[in-house]
Structures are given as C-alpha cells and as structure tokens.
C-alpha cells in the first residue's frame, strides 16, 4: 500500500519549505525513520523521515524547489506500485517537464487538468505560470524557432523578450552573437551537462573548448553558491531593515567588576556557572522593562511596545545567522535564563530549533566579544526598535576619586535603534541605566532598581 | 617621433610582431642589436636544418644500396654545406628585411635600453612608444664545469661556424640540440659521444618515442653515456662520473648544449621594476603584458616554450591584444619538434602530463612500418605513433611520433588539438593515401 510523504507544516507562518537535498532515489528501500530529504524553512533546516518502510516509488519535487506545506513530496510503498496518482497538481514555471508522469498538453495556460491528479493531493494556494509542455510551441515563434535549429540552439533555454516572455527572432540572434562556436568536445558537455560556454572562449579565435565551459553563472576565480534558504532570508531581512529603518548606533561601556565578582562569589558558593553574557541578558531584560520604548516593535504607523520582554539571540551557525527567541525572558530567574539561551543556541547549531522559536522577539542581543571585536553596529532585526551589541573586554582608564586614573576591565555596548520611532536622547538614558545596572550587578534586579531610585 | 609599438629583438617574436602591428596600422620600431632573423634564422633553426639535410643526403647517398642506388667514393664537403646555410641565411633575412620595408616598419641596429614612458634607447638616441615588446631572445647558458673556456669548446652558436669536422666530438647535453648536432655529425662519419646527466635522453619527449630516438642515433656512430656527470673539460678528453666511476672520452671538439636562458640583462628592466621570475624570464600573463603597463615580452625570454614558433604565436597575441582583438596564449598545442634523422614530433600531452593534471587518460601505439609510404621511403629505420587520449570523452590529448618527416605532419594534430577533436570526429576524417600521415588516423585502432 502505497503511503504518500507530505511537506510537514514547520510553524504556523510557514506557508512553504525549501527541499534543499533528496538523501534517496527512487527504487531506493527505507525503513520507517529513515531520512528521505532535508528540507530547509526561512529560518532553520529539518530532516524528512519516512512515515514507514518501503520503497521510494517517486519523487515529485527536485531538490531547491519550493515546496508548499502539505503537499506530497514522495511516496512510499512495495516496488512496482504505481505512484502517479499521488503527483502534486504542480504549477510552476521552473520545474522540468517529466515525460512520464506530467499531466497531457493542454490547449491553455489556465486550464484545470484535475482529469488526471488526485484530487486530494492538488495543492491550490500555489501560483504561478504553468509548466510548459515538452514540445510545446506556444513559448516560441516560428521565425526564432527556424533560425535556432538552423543554429543549432535549443530556444526552449532561451529568456524570451516578446510579448509575455515569448522567444523571438531577435533573442535568438542576442544569443547566437553572445556565443562563441564551441569545439567538438565543449558542445557535448553543453548538451549533456548543460554547461554553458563564457562570451569569449580560451580557443582558435575565441572557440570555446572543453575547459572554458561552465556551471549557468559560475564566475571565474570564484566559488558560486547560489543565494537561498537562510541566506537568502537574512539578505532579504538586512536589507528591509536597512532600507525602511533610521538606524543610529550609540557606544558606551561599562566596568565589569561589580559582574565578575558577582559570577565569581556564585562560583564560590557552588551555583552553576553563568557567562557575563548571561549577565548582561539579565541586566538589558529588567533595565528594558523600565524603558518600554525600547521593547517595541516600530509598524509604520503605529507602535507596539511590549509588557514582556521576548529576547532575541543572535546565534552564529554553519548555515548562517539565527536569532531564537527566548519568550517571556522577563519572567526567568538567571539561571533558567542561562540555561534558556544555552539550549536555544544549542538547538539552532544542531538544526533542531522549530520554526516558533525563531519569531516573536520584542529586542535582540548579539555579542561578536568572543571573536575580539570591540565595537560594532548592529543592524536591527526589524519590526524591533533597538538591537544591542555586545564587545569583548578591554582595558578602559578611569578617573578615580581623588583624581588618580585607574584602570579597569570594560566591555562596549553598541545600541542601534530605529530614529522612527525613538530619539537619541531617550535611547542614551536606557544606555545609561543599563551602564549602571550592570556596573552595581548583585544578581538581583530590584535591588538594582532599588538602588538606582534611592540615587 | 612617437612610436605606437617599439620591439627590441628583430627575431621570430619580433618580426613578427612588427609585421603584423604594422599590417595593422600601428608606426612599429624595431630594434636588432645583432642580425634580423634572431637567433633563430643566424644560430639556431635555419643553419641548424640546412646543416641536418646536408648530413641526411650524404646518409642516403651512402645507403642507397635498397633502392637500387650506388655510389663510390661519396664524400662530405663541409665548407660547401656552410655555404648553402649561408645562402639560406642570406636569403631569409633579406626576406625579413623586404617584409619590414614593405610595411614601412622602422629598423634600427644597436643596442637597445628601456626606459620608463615606456621609451626606448637605441645608442643614445630616445624614442618613445606607446608600447614596448620585448622579445630579445635567450643564450646558450653555460654550466659551471672546468675547462669551458678553452677554445676547443663551442655552443649551439659557434658549433655551426666549425671550419672543418671534428676528429671526435663531445656532446655535452642530450637534449633537443646535443641530438640534432650528434645526428648531423654522426651521419658524416664524426665519432660522437653524447653525455646527458639524467637516465634517458630528451626528457621532454614522450619516454617511448626517446628509446627509439636513441636507438636510431646509435646506428649513426653516435655513442651514449647517459647518467653521467661532467666533470671537467680536458685538451683531448671529457671526465665524467659513471656509476660512481670516473671515465673519460676523447674529442677534440666539444658542444655545450646544456640549456639557454632568457636575455634580460642590460635592458633596463630593473630600473622599471619588470619583474622576472624564479627561472629568470619575464613574468608575463596570457596576453603577453607584464607588471608595467605598455611593457609586453614574448618568446625565450618569457622563459616558456623555447621554440621559435612558439615565440611568433606569442608576438601575435601581443599584437592582437594591442589592436582591440581579444586573444590569449594557449601552450597545449604548441608542436615540438627534434629534426633529427629520423625526425621526432609531438603535440599535446604525454600520458605521464596528462595524469598530473588528474586527467584518466588511456594511449594507442603502433610502429610506423606498418605504413606503405614509411615503409617505402625508410628501411631499415624504426619509427612509431602514440596517441594519448581521455577516457570516457575519446578526445585527442597528445599525439607522438617518430619517424621519417614526420614534423611536417604535426601540424594537423595540432589543428585535432586545438578544436579538441574526439576519437569519432577523426575518424571522419578523410587522409590521402598514401602517405605516412595515415598513421595518425591508423593509431586509433590501437587505443584500447
């Protein structure tokens, strides 16, 4: 009995998933538990596993396709069985026609071709051109398709400039004078590989020969990765925020004695370890709840500002940056925070961090310290107000009582906020209390908040 | 007077260079600080060949008993061979000469110095120039060994000038030059003995094709000590160390043929900052250019190929990259060639080239007589054809021939090369019959 294998629903905002990478083949066996694919969501990348043994019969998306949640993406079940009634309606442009399985040719773009998919299996939400049929003139004019075969180009590959994205003559001749002639082995790694030719080839008056063919947008010189997945999300957010926010970044720096002490007297007295950054986190959650400006979210034309801090980390992984939020942060005691955010990073470097975690922050914190930087300035994970960045420890002089400069260990605070919605003033003042709350740090924050009302 | 293009060296990169430039309406000077022609036309390919085939007709008047041809008292006339190299000679660098006239290239003999603008001095007169080519050419280098000033000790240069044979000659090199000059006088009767410090000789030729060499030069009173290390440089003998051993040979004439290096020194180029490399040649790119811009170098004083024609390729891409046409070096399918008697040739890689690039590689061989014409024209010679050619794909890697003429059909291997033909576009090929060129389509039955 054949068992069809969805694209599971990763959060309640993911609409679709990337499937980065098919770890089978169809034919392949796999037990129940076995990893069919790793698929790939705005934020974080997870394991298909097989629902149960079997064979894989097909598969019905390429790897890097788009794929809506809740779709079938394989089937599982005895070889030889028929798995075509499980193919997703798929509509769209990129994917390459399948002879044996794609729907027949239909007389019209929009047509329904319900007729042979399964109902339950067609994916609806989905939009865009439909695929085009394998011999298929429609996407090609005769005049360019006559002078393609005579120059032997496939005009199917080609980026039609007619009207709607039509092949026609004059896209032919653009890319018969943007090609050089190819020698006999650089045309077979064309046709079979696909490998494209530079403008100007290594050989006999600018043929292309066999060692100038390359990957379609491959650079020479340089290792091409192409943009996606969590690359592309941070791209994309980076420069959302930098593009529609007024970003100002205010440095200040703060004695670490009072928070060393702090650690070390816990350390004495056999409480588990926490980290300065652990501090700070504890410090900035109370210091912000007395400044909700900062614990916002900036939305055009209104501003939300939080009861509760959520906070953000910013946490550097193989597959790039990630920011977990840990929800409520504000209700932790230190240690559950430590923990909190040790478990968070911990998650999102394994790959395991659920899509919910990754959203919902109110202010986020990123700490490049450890990797000896001083100061920074942090761009801020929109729709928040203000990000703070966190420096390593530096040697700062201080003048003491009696005038004398004494020397003490510092760390920087670089706060980056959204002029929109806050001003320079009123950030520096939440600079200056936090400054202070970590400098007279015991552990407690209403003693803090005590201390600092009774100035 | 302002010159688009100024070339120092008149010689297969420089003329060249000039010819084309100025073909292509650039105002070119060239400078020539000995003879037009180069090293190549006055001391190298020219006499060297016209030297070769004196020694190939005495060979074949001698042996012509196969083909029904006697003769008695056949003797060699060295100072009538000297005089049709010069005629030759002659009669190239006029051509030279006329070609630089008819494209109004500006000639000018003397000793030429760079200097920064770019500009050229050429005693003492400055010329400016929106480039320079430096093409100047490489000399015989001379290895440390005792005894290599003496007069009796020539180079590849002063060992065409000899005004009469040697008694014995000593060939110290067994590379491409030490077995064209063993071959020549070994086929006039001179006993010569070649010592080459490695175990085979030619290194760069395929190790199959440097066997039967060998071989063939060994039937022409050519003796060789091969793994052997010069030590000194008497009067009337050559020491050398053999397995340990000291030996000694007699001669009392001896070729140095250990090399060449690039001539770069008295230019100028230091004060430019040119930068040469580790083996002393000019550091240039796929376009000929150097560090400094307008300062463009092609041929032996690059350092890379050594060979004439590699040299004029290398001009020629200088020349196309000055006047808009985008071209670059390629030295994949650059001939090579030993004119010896019989002639090596190659192109492409050899097998053991071809693996240190990771290429999985498979070859074919088969001896030359099994060719009709070969067989006709050459008794008695061994000769043989060996193709490399790539796995899966069936392209032509490199192809290995020694045999009879065979330089004058390497050349279509090279055009094979340069489009990278496979196995199967070959094979449709169509060579006149008969020739010994059939060898090269033959050869693939042998690929495995």
Redesign the interface.
Known sequence: MATPVIMPRQGQSVESCILTEWKVAPGDQVEEGSVLAVIETDKASFDLESPVAGTVLDLFWEADDDVPVLANVTVIGDEGEDASGFRPEIETASAAPSKDSAPPPTSSASAPTSETSVPATSIGTVSSPVLAEEGSVSGVSPRARQLAMRSGIDPESLLGTGPGGRVIERDVQGALEGTPRLSASASELARERGLKPPVHGGGLSGMALASDMREPGSIDGAEVVPVKGIRKVIADRMMQSLGNTAQLTLHAAFDITAAQAFRKARKESGEPKVSLNDVISHALIHTLLRHPDLNAHFLGDRIARFEKVSLGIAVDTTRGLMVPVLSDACCLSLDNLSSGIRGLAEECREGTIQPDQLTGGTFTLTNLGLLGVDHFTPVLNVPEVAILGVGGISIRPVRGENGEVNFVDSIALSLTMDHQAIDGAPAARFLKDLVEALEIYSGDPAENEKGESSK | MKYDLAIIGAGPAGYVAAKKAAGNGLKVLLVEGKKLGGVCLNEGCVPSKTLLQAAKTYHHTLHGETFGVEADEVRFNLGKAHAHKNQVMDRMRDGIAGLMKKYKVEVAFGRATLLAGPAVTVDGETHEADNVLVCTGSSPAKPPIPGIDADHVVDSSGILELPELPGRLVIVGGGVIGCEFACVFGSVGVPVTVIEALPEICPSVDPEVAVVLRKELEKKNITFRLGAKVDEIGEDEVKFTLDGETQSVPGDVVLVATGRKPNVSGLGLEDLRVDVDERGGIRVNDRGATNIPGIWAAGDVTGRAWLAHAASRMAEVVVHNLTGR?D?M?YDAIPAVIYTNPEVAVVGLTKEQAEERGLKVTTGKIPMGINARYLAEHPGESGLCKVVVEEG?R?LLGVHMIGGACSEMIFGAAVML?????EK?IEEIVFPHPTASEIIKDVFMAVR
Request: no cysteine; proline share 0%.
């Open positions: 985008e670059r390629r794909t392209r340069e489009t990278e033909l496979r576009e």
